[in-house]
């Protein structure tokens, strides 16, 4: 399955939930779906849930990067800035659950007490998911349940989905750390909201020739500020980001429009369809066409 992130204007992912009335998102996929097999640093205010199935995954949070193994998972808590990718070049296939709160506030106690205390813990950014601690075991095997049940979907199962997330909910709440008032250095949150400035910018401008003098000022920081941000904190380069930014959004357009080449290369900022198409071959190892091809979904 391709999958593909599209974040809107202040940088949040705007995910597209499988249902409206029910704001779950449930899908494997494979770090093959995106340029230079690392997907764009994003966050939103869903639960994230990572289990990989083969291979290895390298996953960045606020610019601490944990090391997934097959076998292994990660929990990110709400709105904080991530993305897997593969340090080494190879394929990672996963199975992703992104939870959005709404559906767990039974009542008022549940979202006093529980709920709230969770999202609002920065000290608990994200859990490194093993099969060797029972609890952690535990979420992984309720993760894959759920995406079992997704499967099936026979009448009620959203009833036993709920129920899937509660238990996760309480080994979270039962196993995260205290919080502490100072688990996040002012420094630091001030870089992260620079970073989602600037990320922001970007996103708004895809289609014009973002100078990296522009992006800077977007969060009030000097060139070189910049550039030591998003090395620290996304371990890329300003460009670096950009292009994949145009190259996962090209992706989903190939995939969901009938967009021609050349307004696909003109609405991305790619200076010609030639260098469109150029730089969409040593992201994907195909020309965009032949991408289209391969992987849009024929007729029903």
Known sequence: MDVHILVDSAGQEKVRYDSSRFPLYIARGDLLSFPHLSAPCHWHEDLELICVQSGRMDYNVDGEITCLQA???????????????????????????????????????IETSFLSPLLQNESFPIAHLRPAVSWQREILELTERVYQTYQTQVPGFELDLLSSFYRILALLCRNMPAQQHSAVHPARQRALRRIKAMVSYMEENLADGVQLAAVAAAAGVSISTCSHLFRRYLHRTPMEYLSSLRLDRSCRWLLETDMPMTDIASELGFSSPSYFAECFRKAYGCPPSEYRRRHRPGPA
């Open 71 to 109: 076998g292994e998972g990660i929990f990110v808590n709400s709105r904080h800035l991530h993305y897997g990718f593969s340090h080494g070049g190879k394929d990672c296939s996963y199975l992703c659950i992104l939870l959005q709160p709404m559906l767990l506030q039974l009542n008022d106690y």
